[in-house]
């Protein structure tokens, strides 16, 4: 009898497991990936791909307020408009984020770290999840410059 009882249980372990799936599989029988959207929009399609800038008339953006408006001269040619909606500061960092008014979507987030020999190193970026196009804060030969780069160039999906 107890031999039995442990062929059912078997058994039962048994079609139990078979009929349960492990992985559920797409209906088209494909594995679900976020594809990138190249196809989408381009923000800056009027802009150079390399804008050179210099980061010291930024530094009054870590004196606004969240929900203040700001015009940000990047160039001659382009001016960011919009609303800060986040701050924050540490010991060694401050950052900011800036909804833009004139390029629907858009976010600019500037930091700037102090080193440990006081000198300042800036990092930012200028995104839009809905156009395929973004500008990267870079530094070079002791210049900075917002670089034009693809949306996917900055992050995965």
């Known amino acids: 009898?107890?031999?039995?009882?442990?062929?059912?249980?078997?058994?039962?372990?048994?079609?139990?497991?078979?009929?349960?799936?492990?992985?559920?599989?797409?209906?088209?029988?494909?594995?679900?990936?976020?594809?990138?959207?190249?196809?989408?929009?381009?923000?800056?399609?009027?802009?150079?791909?390399?804008?050179q800038f210099?980061?010291?008339n930024f530094s009054n953006l870590f004196l606004l307020r969240v929900?203040?408006?700001?015009?940000?001269?990047?160039?001659?040619?382009?001016?960011?408009?919009?609303?800060?909606?986040?701050?924050a500061e540490e010991a060694k960092s401050s950052s900011v984020v800036i909804r833009s008014s004139n390029r629907v979507g858009a976010r600019l987030v500037f930091t700037k770290v102090t080193?440990?020999?006081?000198?300042?190193?800036?990092?930012?970026?200028?995104i839009s999840l809905q156009h395929g196009d973004s500008y990267e804060i870079v530094s070079e030969n002791n210049q900075y410059y917002f670089k034009k780069k693809g949306l996917y160039d900055l992050m995965n999906e």
């Open 1 to 51: 009898m107890r031999n039995l009882s442990i062929t059912v249980l078997s058994v039962c372990c048994m079609l139990c497991c078979l009929s349960s799936s492990s992985q559920t599989t797409h209906p088209s029988g494909k594995i679900p990936l976020n594809e990138p959207d190249n196809n989408k929009p381009k923000l800056f399609a009027d802009l150079p791909d390399q804008i």
């Open 54 to 56: 210099n980061p010291n």
């Open 67 to 87: 929900g203040e408006s700001v015009n940000i001269p990047i160039s001659a040619e382009f001016t960011f408009s919009g609303q800060v909606v986040s701050k």
């Open 115 to 126: 080193d440990a020999d006081n000198s300042n190193t800036y990092i930012g970026r200028i």
